[in-house]
């Protein structure tokens, strides 16, 4: 026992020790700061044997006497739109892995006791940041929030910016070598000058106390560590106005109760504006209240038990073959989810854009957000380690304050072994680091049906560690039916609520017959999977939740079939036109079926 307390404070003395190297890095509630906006079409430079940074391309330097020349300049030629993976821009770079240059000028007027910081919401999948000829920052991380204070480097006009953007998929990376989506490169997520006072509010978290159905814990950290400045919350509704002071950290805390508070649902997703004001700065959000816990093999939203009616999706707009990444994305793709009558979402399987985050929270989805620890991950390697504690820093540090996250996701379909339980039970700390309320989970596919019991089992100690159990299993499609869907008996994570958090099959829109057929890519035989399924989900007593995989058809290397899949990933209950399969409407009577 005593080696295990040790191993795991040690595992939080790391988690300290990278929290306060990074933590510092990320302001709260970006879009609720004073920005300037550098989407748009920058000018870019395909780079294919990384020659960029060894001929310092990004010094854009121009010829100036008769004799010197450079074979590179970004104006007058290739034009990439940011945010937007590069792959669907042109057909030439659909398949394209290696090093994109991107670069742009930007002038950065501001007043005399303002600091500034360029904002990128996500670069796939590392990248290094030039401004005016230095390198200021660098990042890896495809799908997490990155920010580098420019306060003393940037000029007043005609600040040139360089961003070399390299996606190559690498067997230290998280992801790692291959995994079932498309590698989108690029800066696929928005980019902002951002100004903020000197002293600013850097970081919050106001949530309801985790057990409490009336009491709101909060935490507002100044950007400097200065003690008994001026800090005030208020909730206009609720006619709450806290007058606090920050500790010696910069760091003020309190916790008070909330009288007639309205808590959140995904039927009634009531949020709040919180304003929060210091010395020097002033931020403000609509923030939701809600309880979410777990009592025996039940999820409780609430106080009531909750039956997670769920489905997929990646961050991709099928039409376009491109990734999501404006508000407008994520109302198609979650209005899709509300048509099919569902109360959450996986989003899979990565940190999605904010925009989505936000707008299904207003909605009322409750979300299960994860990081890509996608099968065959390093789990051996302590570099890969620590750069999965920086990106489940900054997706909890970006999200921690909605409350319609309801699970932190820590891994998906790992097999069992010493080093890949240490570095999830590193993960797990790294979350409850920062925030100890939601609930933290994990997909396995290690259901296996036994013979002698007839029954499905699984056997991995590590669920223990989780909060809710969550099972891959494509019961019709990878598996056969060993006995007949109304047999299927499940004993699997009992004591603990368990989701099923993957099953499916695929189908190409508009092929019909062949009921019976697996290899038909039939709407119908898809359709007879969902209907096995929904018959299984009677047998399986600790069933709390279910979300099909896959709400969209989507692109993926891993499908080479060339008239059922050419490159795209057929499980979609909507294909990749938008048209609604068969199953779609299986599953919305299933789940207008559930009380
Ligand atoms: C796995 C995996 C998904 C993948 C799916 C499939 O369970 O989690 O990312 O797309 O199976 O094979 O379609």
Redesign the pocket.
């Known amino acids: 026992m005593k080696l295990r307390t040790t191993r795991i404070t040690c595992l939080l003395l790391l988690c300290l020790l990278f929290t306060d190297a990074r933590a510092q890095e990320l302001m709260t509630n970006v879009y609720g700061r004073q920005l300037q906006s550098l989407n748009g079409k920058w000018d870019a430079i395909i780079d294919l044997y990384n020659q960029g940074r060894k001929n310092k391309i990004y010094l854009n330097r121009k010829p100036q006497g008769k004799t010197d020349f450079y074979e590179y300049a970004f104006d007058h030629g290739l034009r990439l739109n940011v945010p937007s993976d590069w792959n669907s821009q042109m057909p030439e770079l659909k398949y394209y892995e290696g090093t994109v240059w991107y670069a742009r000028r930007f002038d950065a007027p501001r007043q005399a006791d303002q600091r500034l910081y360029l904002y990128f919401g996500a670069v796939s999948y590392r990248c290094r940041v030039y401004l005016n000829g230095e390198e200021i920052g660098s990042h890896e991380g495809g799908f997490t929030p990155f920010q580098i204070e420019v306060t003393d480097q940037v000029k007043e006009s005609d600040n040139f910016l360089a961003v070399e953007v390299n996606n190559t998929h690498t067997t230290d990376a998280i992801p790692a070598l291959a995994?079932?989506?498309w590698n989108y490169g690029g800066i696929t997520r928005d980019v902002f000058l951002v100004s903020t006072p000197n002293v600013y509010i850097q970081d919050y978290f106001v949530q309801l106390d985790k057990e409490k159905p009336d009491q709101i814990d909060a935490s507002v950290r100044l950007s400097e560590k200065v003690a008994n400045q001026m800090v005030e919350l208020e909730i206009p509704e609720l006619r709450i106005r806290q007058r606090l002071a920050t500790d010696s950290e910069g760091v003020a805390r309190a916790s008070f109760r909330a009288k007639k508070l309205q808590r959140w649902s995904p039927e009634d997703p009531k949020l709040y504006q919180v304003v929060i004001s210091s010395e020097s700065d002033k931020v403000e959000e609509r923030i939701g209240f809600r309880n979410i816990g777990v009592k025996g093999e039940d999820i409780y939203l609430n106080d009531r038990p909750i039956f997670l009616k769920s489905v997929?999706f990646h961050e991709e707009i099928p039409q376009r073959r491109g990734r999501a990444f404006s508000e407008a994305d994520a109302v198609m793709l979650l209005s899709e989810a509300k048509a099919l009558g569902c109360n959450m979402i996986r989003l899979?399987?990565y940190p999605q854009n904010e925009y989505i985050v936000r707008i299904a929270e207003e909605m009322g989805f409750l979300l299960w957000e994860e990081i890509p620890i996608?099968?065959g991950i390093d789990f051996e390697n302590d570099d890969t380690r620590q750069k999965a504690g920086y990106m489940i820093r900054e997706m909890v540090t970006r999200d921690k304050n909605r409350c319609a996250l309801a699970f932190w996701g820590v891994a998906?379909?790992t097999q069992p072994s010493a080093p890949r339980n240490e570095f999830l039970k590193y993960l797990i700390a790294c979350c409850k680091e920062i925030d100890n309320t939601r609930l933290i989970t994990a997909?396995f596919?290690l259901v296996r049906f036994n013979r002698e019991s007839q029954v499905f089992v699984m056997d991995d100690p590590f669920i223990r560690e989780l909060d809710v159990v969550a099972v891959?299993k494509?019961m019709g499609?990878?598996h056969q039916w060993p006995v007949t869907p109304d047999k299927a008996i499940w004993d699997v994570a009992r004591g603990q609520p368990l989701i099923l958090?993957?099953f499916?099959g695929?189908a190409l829109y508009g092929k019909t017959g062949d009921a019976d057929i697996v290899s038909s890519w039939s709407e119908d035989y898809q359709a007879t999977l969902y209907r096995d399924n929904i018959e299984m989900f009677n047998h399986i007593p600790n069933l709390r939740g279910v979300s099909p995989?896959?709400l969209f058809d989507?692109r993926?290397p891993?499908?080479f079939h060339p008239t059922h899949q050419e490159d795209w990933?057929r499980?979609g209950l909507v294909s990749d036109q938008g048209y609604r399969k068969k199953a779609w409407y299986l599953m919305k009577e299933y789940f207008e079926s559930i009380q």
Request: without cysteine; charged residues 25%.
């Open positions: 995994f079932d989506w997929s899979a399987h996608w099968q998906n379909e997909a596919d891959n494509y499609w990878y958090s993957e499916g695929e995989w896959v989507f993926s891993f499908r990933n499980k």
